[in-house]
């Protein structure tokens, strides 16, 4: 039985007390309800009212203004009122449509944030004063990084990596709601009334006590919040957007002054109190009394912020491991609070009030009132907004003595959510929420009612023969059989041995039940972790199981534990032992399966036809199991073919008899990706942070992971034929390991070896990999696919230099009929003039221009040679090397070459045809 079925019994032993010895009869699960409107009306409501918002996605036109959609949605609703005395096909019908032109009317009307304008116009980097109220501040820890852009490398702070360096000092994070800024002129300067919300990272060693809801005025450097402009790849800019921020910045000044609120809102009120209760388990992991306790049994720093995130869903001071290990073993959620989390929370709180001897009503409202409590003191963020609607829907329902159907709470809870933000829908949270929620109630659930769940159900009160009149044949039967087979065991005292067969009935069922319901939310989340998170996770079966049989302990002793905490910590103490042991088992168990091989494949994002499809077959097997046995058996047989869908080979999406070069938008660095016309495809660098190969190994950032990956998958693309490194610096080289560990290309192509660290673990890693390792030269020809391969530069008797240099690069054109381009990675002056005097042919219709558009590269002999149609330079905005230089530009002019620059444009597509014509895109037009 299901947690909430036992809940349900429970209940009902309490509301009839005379019936107390017949709880849970077996009659009352004899039967399984079909899904038809009149048992599940809202989820019919809410499956049309989602169709509503989604047209309104797919089929919005300019000319449809909101009071034309509110007039149209009103007259279909009138419609649907006259027809609810009509035939039941016709109201339904008008029914149907009513609901989705209220979701379309709803999607019309949404509020949705508008950038600050007013206040971006002020992102100049001036250093300007600001007057604003705190609205919230977070410390960062030492393994995480700031917020700041480091060489055109941005993120939010709850990602999983956040920018691309580590704090040499404190810093603090400040979101400060703005009162008033400088405008500043030649002549005068004056501080002038401004709305809007701007993201401080300061940096100080010493910082003054700041609060939610202090006053301050700060002199600072406001800027534009910059992201990556490629598909695919998230998107700071509208992150922050969501959050209410408009603009950004960065200070290492002290603030002039700061006036303390006496009386603090709610809001700041709330935040206060989480941030309290996040100091407790702090202090108590810096107690001297839990610093002395065996490593086994003490709570460090690193599990303080476990329990915080799974407590209070803080997850700024996670590890980077400890995150890498859960989302590895798609065991991400036990540190997000959600549905797992609030509903322990309820249904501890109500056992509880019950085991006190309050009543069902007290109890269920007591529930609801602290459940919604615990709900406002993890921030209330959108995950804990669906779980705590979702549970207060059930607990309503169990108030007012409704029949529950999952399925129909469940569509009470998506249309609740949704008519408040319609825009969720194609949230992500949103649909693994409503997808879990399917997968359990509306898949595993009647294949177990289908299965053993009757025969565990029927083995209760197992010595009651008079239960067996009220019972199918077939499980009577199974009564009778387990009272013969017990008056064989134990012929003096059958009764005990016929208790004891049954409690391992139901011990066996529940142990199925567990691992159906996680066959079956894993099966069923494979869809959104291929597409959100590219991701599919083999062993999070087994993970999961273990550590679903733990959390509840674990849940609870770290509820204790908070509590004592408040108290002292050598009170604490006991609890702390026991909470450390649990947490330390589960993160030993997820560390090792994370370890094992093939436990993490990363996945291309699949295609539109691909998801269709697999909704199509989930809608059926959801509809087929609430059926006759016949139609429960077709869904049985749906089932692998969902498995199989998941794991069919996705096609990349690519252009067929055309040449492909497109550069990725990795800010400040280089990343080219090429395909050939018959479907090979080609890696060229993988960007990185600017700099020498050791501060990219410092780096916390990875650009190989958060942006050329995700563009990648976004293309279809789930193995390269070949990677190509041009040379050994930082912004090419710095997120070559892990596109490598992604999509294990067949072979890496190098230049020139070198010493730098990063490199030689590169070369182990494709070595390990068992991937081919060619060197390559000036004069060297490689037929690749329909397309030819010729190596321009380095020269075979050139010496590279103790370290890596920009001649070092990797120089190539590759060539199909009459459409070629050049890629000449950072390649300065000296390898052009050797590129010259090789004599090879130069000319082609696309350059990559050399090391992102400086001085030194692009010499106007070489540019002469080349005579490209279009160019492309590969930079980050506002870089601090200037690049591209104007002289640069104005020679690309000159030479009546187009030029696109990625940090203007963003991912820049050129296609090339057999003819030499060339067809552009980009992402920003």
Not at 16 to 36: E, I, M, T, W
Not at 37 to 57: E, N, Q, V
Not at 337 to 363: D, E, F, N
Not at 729 to 741: I, K, T
Request: proline content about 5%; charged content about 15%.
């Amino acid at each position: 039985m299901t947690t909430w079925e036992r809940w349900i019994d429970v209940q009902d032993a309490e509301a009839s007390p005379h019936h107390k010895k017949y709880v849970g009869h077996p009659a009352r699960f004899s039967a399984l309800d079909s899904l038809v409107f009149r048992t599940h009306p809202l989820f019919f409501a809410a499956l049309c009212f989602a169709t509503g918002i989604t047209s309104d996605r797919l089929l919005i036109s300019r000319w449809q203004t909101a009071a034309l959609r509110v007039a149209c949605t009103c007259l279909l609703v009138t419609i649907a009122w006259f027809c609810s005395s009509r035939p039941s096909h016709v109201r339904l019908l008008a029914l149907g449509v009513a609901w989705i032109a209220l979701g379309w009317t709803c999607a019309s009307l949404e509020m949705r944030p508008q950038p600050q304008t007013g206040l971006q116009k002020y992102a100049d980097g001036l250093r300007r004063d600001v007057d604003g109220t705190v609205q919230n501040i977070r410390r960062l820890r030492s393994n995480e990084v700031a917020d700041e852009e480091i060489g055109g490398v941005e993120m939010a702070p709850d990602q999983e990596i956040s920018a691309s360096r580590k704090i040499p000092q404190d810093q603090w994070v400040v979101d400060l709601a703005m009162g008033a800024v400088e405008d500043v002129t030649p002549d005068v300067s004056k501080m002038v009334a401004m709305d809007g919300v701007v993201r401080i990272t300061m940096q100080n060693t010493v910082m003054p006590e700041l609060l939610c809801g202090d006053q301050l005025r700060i002199a600072l450097r406001l800027r534009l919040p910059q992201g990556f402009r490629d598909p695919g790849v998230w998107q700071y800019p509208e992150y922050l957007q969501g959050e209410g921020v408009g603009v950004r910045a960065s200070s290492r000044e002290l603030p002039r002054s700061v006036h303390h609120a006496n009386h603090a809102s709610l809001a700041c009120g709330l935040l206060r109190m989480r941030k309290w209760a996040e100091e407790r388990i702090e202090r108590y992991a810096r107690s001297k009394v839990n610093v002395r306790m065996p490593q086994w049994f003490r709570v460090t720093e690193t599990d303080a912020g476990i329990f915080n995130a799974m407590l209070l869903g803080d997850r700024s001071a996670l590890q980077r491991g400890t995150r890498l290990d859960f989302e590895r073993t798609g065991s991400f959620h036990l540190l997000v609070v959600a549905g797992l989390h609030v509903g322990l929370v309820a249904w501890g709180v109500y056992s509880l009030l019950l085991w006190l001897r309050c009543g069902r009503t007290t109890a269920t409202l007591a529930t609801m009132f602290l459940t919604s409590g615990y709900a406002v003191l993890t921030g209330f963020g959108l995950p804990v907004q669906r779980a705590l609607w979702m549970t207060m829907v059930f607990l309503i329902a169990t108030l007012f003595a409704r029949q529950r159907h999952a399925l129909n709470a469940l569509g009470a809870s998506a249309l609740g959510m949704l008519i408040v933000a319609p825009s969720s829908l194609f949230e992500a949270g949103f649909q693994m929420t409503i997808l879990a929620v399917i997968a359990i109630a509306g898949i595993a659930l009647p294949l177990a009612q289908h299965s053993f769940l009757p025969y565990a159900r029927a083995s209760r009160a197992i010595n009651v023969i008079a239960w067996d009149a009220h019972l199918a044949p077939v499980l009577a039967q199974f009564r009778v059989s387990l009272r013969m087979v017990a008056s064989a065991l134990l012929p003096r005292n059958p009764q005990i041995a016929a208790r004891a067969l049954a409690r391992v009935v139901r011990g066996s069922a529940w142990l199925l039940e567990l691992v159906l319901f996680s066959a079956m939310a894993e099966l069923i989340m494979s869809l959104p972790m291929m597409i959100y998170f590219h991701r599919l996770t083999p062993f999070a079966l087994p993970a999961n199981l273990i550590c679903i049989v733990l959390i509840p302990f674990l849940m609870g002793s770290l509820a204790i534990l908070f509590v004592l905490a408040c108290v002292g910590a050598p009170v604490a103490a006991p609890a702390g032992v026991i909470t450390a042991g649990l947490l330390h088992a589960v993160t030993a168990v997820l560390h090792r399966v994370s370890l094992a091989h093939g436990a993490d494949w990363r996945v291309a994002e699949p295609s539109s036809l691909h998801v269709v499809a697999f909704c199509i077959l989930m809608v059926a097997t959801v509809w087929l199991l609430r059926g006759s046995c016949k139609a429960a058996w077709i869904g049985v047989v749906l089932l692998p073919t969902m498995a199989a869908l998941i794991l069919w080979p996705i096609r990349p999406r690519l252009s067929p008899e055309r040449l492909e070069m497109t550069a990725v938008d990795v800010g400040q660095g280089d990343s080219i990706f090429v395909a050939s016309p018959d479907g090979h495809t080609m890696l060229i660098d993988a960007g990185g942070p600017v700099g020498t190969a050791e501060m990219a190994q410092s780096s916390h950032y990875d650009v190989g992971e958060e942006i050329v990956s995700p563009y990648l998958w976004s293309r279809g693309v789930s193995q390269l034929d070949v990677m190509v490194l041009t040379h050994a610096h930082g912004d090419h080289m710095g997120g070559m390991s892990a596109v490598l560990g992604n999509f294990h290309p067949r072979e890496l192509w190098i230049s020139v070896d070198s010493n730098a660290p990063q490199f030689r673990a590169l070369l182990q890693q494709a070595t390990h990999m068992g991937i081919h390792v060619r060197r390559l030269h000036a004069g060297d020809a490689i037929g690749w696919g329909q397309t030819q391969v010729q190596v321009l530069s380095p020269a075979a008797n050139y010496s590279p230099g103790s370290m890596p240099n920009n001649n070092d690069s990797l120089a190539m054109r590759i060539t199909w009929q009459k459409a070629s381009f050049l890629l000449e990675g950072d390649a300065e002056a000296p390898s052009e003039e050797a590129m010259l005097k090789s004599g090879q042919p130069l000319k082609s219709s696309v350059l990559k221009v050399g090391h992102h558009g400086s001085r030194t590269s692009t010499t106007p002999p070489f540019l002469a040679a080349v005579a490209p149609a279009y160019a492309v330079i590969s930079d980050g905005r506002d870089n601090r090397f200037g690049h591209p230089r104007m002289e640069i530009l104005q020679r690309l002019q000159a030479a009546r070459s187009h030029t696109f620059r990625t940090d203007m444009v963003g991912a820049t597509t050129f296609l090339l045809h057999a003819d030499g014509q060339v067809e552009t895109s980009s992402s920003v037009r």
